[in-house]
């Protein structure tokens, strides 16, 4: 079961919560540990009147349940009087809750002065003051959770609530911009608009319907916004009788309705409206940077003599989608692409292959005797075209990169694939890549959505995962990985991440991707590159560098799912991906017969057949555990062990139980070749026939071992 979201030694401060919603947050917070400030006016519902006695009665219902809380009488409008009482008796403050609250409902005429500045001076000015006193103490201890209290009325308009609704909604903009401010200082805000019955509520609702749709009901949602764990920040949440549903802005595709040097005419507007109200394909713009963003494109492409005349019919808001008849279909010019071991090891090192994982050393060093490059460095070879400027020349787009996304990605390695972007190693054909890139605001391309020709991402099985790797990526990741060529900036510098509505530089999502497959090919194919086949991933959400990613794997015959978390938040950022691996037998479980038909399997018998005797003597020789990786057709078939260091000497099928001294990869017929003395193993090192690693000198005394005890 899920651990209890407890709020132990944290201080937390209701407004108003004498009764109603305020009072059942200030019990459900005190009953998992907070010490609470219990404010409330005590007046009436119109803000008539005051008194202890709403407050003191919540404090006693809190103490009697053994918790701890104190109250407070002031009206919200002095803020500091109310945080002062939460200093004063606990010594910080760590979460406001403004839901203070009162009405004064008329039609729009009929609102007095008082009426509107009553109600302004309750709910948005209330808040301002508290959450203002509260703020500085959250900045310094850099923790703060803070909730507004807005309404259905607010978002959408209420009759007969005319001064309520402006202040609702002035508290989701005061909302959204201490979301942004207070961010950097883990300070969340959000805003609520609840539904549930109190006396607020009596005069409007049925009495049954007050009566069922319970404070109980709207708290949960409160808790977990204002628990530390949580990262929601700038959330607008309807709430109520059990339900909770987010709301965002949504924003049509519009159309540009000017030209360079033009006038821009009513009439242009009138002609466009039925497309500037269109909500088909529309965006959701959620920071104001996106906003502008858009704007500020439109004007480059009218001023660079673009836009849309008023009998025009493409879609234009961020002005990146007119002539789209060339974009599709689009070829890239072909590129040569040559690449050298430095290329490799930095990519390697880009996506996390370490010197803590000495199996990790064939990727970054040059010198180790099976030197692989990953089969991920793939699409390296592939973006070139992408990155060296390709996708700004696909015609009819104009590409800004901070709204570049990437979306899918598909790498074969060795399947030749009609119609995308080859990579040639001389003549050879060696790996097909198809990215799938969103550029955010672009659009209106008319036809299909997706292409027949797009791999499909697979849902991961219903099943815990059979396996799950985690590797922590440094604050350098993104600095690292882009000297493999992807040079957006995004990635790296703070401000371009926040013209793109990012709170600081992101991970490429092509990394996330490879720390995903070397994890896949760690656990399932021993490391072996020549077993990746194929790599199909969905990138779901930004990855921030520093972050740790887990990689949770699931073994279907050939095929391992996989998705890959933020171990930090929980969110999936790689989804519904897979690697395919070629087939190979499953050497550790194979029993000897099965790999009966390698010729050196029975070389291997004969010297476990001969070792029994002799073998204490060649211990003292050799004294050291040689593993044999006998290939076939390209696949390790099988593994085998000479121990000649413990006990009496031994051979197995196998990898070594302890540690190898030295690990020996050839196929089946040059294994032949080298024990029958026909091939020698350090002509065979060299033109690359034999692999070998860790102490490759120890080989010299295999020859003898061979020449002395393996003739058949
Ligand atoms: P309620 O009337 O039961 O609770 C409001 C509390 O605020 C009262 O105990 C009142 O004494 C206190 N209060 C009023 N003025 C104050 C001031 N100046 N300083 C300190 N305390 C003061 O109402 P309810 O329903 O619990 O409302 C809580 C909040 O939720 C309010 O902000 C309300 O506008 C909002 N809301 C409630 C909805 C509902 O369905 N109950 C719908 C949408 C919003």
Redesign the pocket.
């Known amino acids: 079961m899920a651990s209890l979201l407890r709020f132990d030694g944290r201080v937390v401060l209701v407004?108003?919560?004498?009764?109603?919603?305020?009072?059942a947050y200030a019990l459900a917070f005190a009953e998992r540990g907070a010490l609470v400030v219990v404010?409330?006016?005590?007046?009436?519902?119109t803000?008539v009147g005051k008194g202890s006695f709403?407050a003191d009665k919540v404090v006693e219902e809190i103490r009697k349940k053994g918790g701890k809380a104190v109250a407070n009488y002031?009206?919200?409008?002095a803020g500091e009087k109310i945080v002062k009482t939460a200093l004063d008796a606990f010594g910080r403050i760590d979460v406001v809750v403004?839901?203070?609250?009162?009405?004064r409902d008329h039609s729009f005429a009929r609102i007095s002065d008082e009426d509107w500045d009553i109600i302004h001076?309750?709910?948005l000015r209330?808040s301002f003051q508290v959450t203002r006193a509260a703020w500085d103490h959250m900045k310094k201890q850099k923790y703060g959770r803070i909730i507004m209290?807005?309404?259905?009325?607010g978002i959408y308009g209420n009759f007969g609530q005319a001064n309520?609704t402006a202040a609702?909604l002035g508290l989701l903009g005061l909302s959204n911009t201490l979301a942004i401010e207070g961010n950097k200082y883990n300070i969340h805000c959000n805003t609520i608009?609840?539904?549930?019955?109190?006396?607020?509520?009596q005069t409007v609702?049925p009495e049954d319907i007050v009566e069922a749709?319970k404070?109980d009901y709207v708290a949960p949602l409160v808790l977990w916004l204002c628990h530390e764990s949580c990262e929601e920040n700038g959330g607008l949440f309807e709430v109520?009788a059990g339900w909770i549903g987010k709301l965002r802005w949504e924003r049509t595709l519009g159309a540009t309705v000017r030209q360079k040097n033009q006038p821009m005419t009513p009439e242009a507007v009138k002609a466009n409206w039925k497309k500037i109200c269109d909500f088909h394909n529309a965006s959701k713009p959620h920071t104001i940077q996106e906003s502008t963003g858009g704007i500020l494109e439109v004007l480059s492409k009218i001023d660079s003599g673009g836009g849309v005349s008023t009998n025009h019919t493409s879609h234009t808001a961020s002005a990146a989608t007119s002539g789209f008849a060339g974009a599709i279909g689009h070829k890239f010019p072909p590129f040569s692409s040559t690449y050298t071991e430095l290329e490799t090891i930095m990519y390697a090192l880009g996506v996390g292959a370490s010197i803590k994982n000495p199996k990790d050393l064939k990727f970054i060093y040059e010198g180790s005797s099976d030197f692989s490059c990953l089969p991920t460095f793939g699409v390296i070879i592939g973006q070139k075209s992408i990155m060296d400027g390709g996708l700004a020349d696909i015609p009819g787009l104009s590409v800004n990169l901070a709204k570049v996304l990437h979306g899918e990605q598909y790498l074969e390695l060795y399947k030749p694939l009609p119609r995308a972007v080859y990579s040639y190693s001389e003549k050879e054909l060696i790996c097909y890549n198809q990215f799938s890139v969103f550029v955010v605001g672009s659009g209106g391309f008319g036809g299909k959505r997706t292409s027949d020709k797009a791999k499909v991402a697979v849902a991961i099985p219903n099943r815990p995962p059979d396996a799950v790797l985690t590797d922590t990526t440094s604050l350098n990741q993104a600095a690292l990985y882009r000297l493999s060529g992807d040079w957006n900036p995004l990635h790296v510098d703070p401000n371009f991440a926040s013209l793109a509505g990012f709170n600081k530089p992101i991970l490429h999502g092509l990394c996330t991707f490879g720390f995903s497959a070397r994890h896949v090919l760690q656990q399932f194919a021993d490391n072996d590159v020549s077993r990746f086949k194929a790599i199909k991933v969905r990138f779901a959400k930004p990855v921030y560098p520093g972050q740790t990613l887990q990689t949770e794997m699931w073994k279907e015959g050939n095929r391992i799912h996989f998705q890959t978390k933020v171990q930090e938040t929980g969110d999936i950022v790689i989804s519904n991906a897979y690697v395919d691996l070629t087939p190979t037998s499953d050497i550790s479980a194979k029993t000897p017969s099965e790999s009966g038909e390698l010729q050196s399997t029975l070389v291997f018998a004969e010297l476990s057949r001969r070792f029994k005797d002799i073998g204490h003597q060649i211990v003292k020789e050799v004294n050291a555990v040689f593993e044999w990786h006998i290939t076939k057709g390209g696949n390790i078939a099988t593994k085998w062990t000479i121990d000649l260091k413990n006990d009496s000497g031994k051979v197995y099928e196998g990898p070594a139980k302890g540690s190898a001294d030295t690990t020996i990869i050839l196929s089946d017929e040059d294994f032949m070749e080298v024990v029958l003395g026909k091939l020698d193993p350090q002509k065979a090192f060299f033109n690359g026939r034999l692999k070998a690693r860790g102490n490759i000198m120890l080989s010299k005394k295999l020859q003898k071992i061979f020449k002395d005890y393996a003739k058949l």
């Open positions: 407004t108003g919560a004498g009764g109603g919603l305020g009072r404010n409330d006016l005590g007046g009436d519902f803000g709403a002031d009206s919200v409008e403004n839901n203070a609250g009162i009405l001076r309750v709910h209330g209290t807005s309404s259905a009325s309520y609702k608009a609840p539904t549930a019955g109190s006396r607020m509520t609702l749709l404070p109520g």
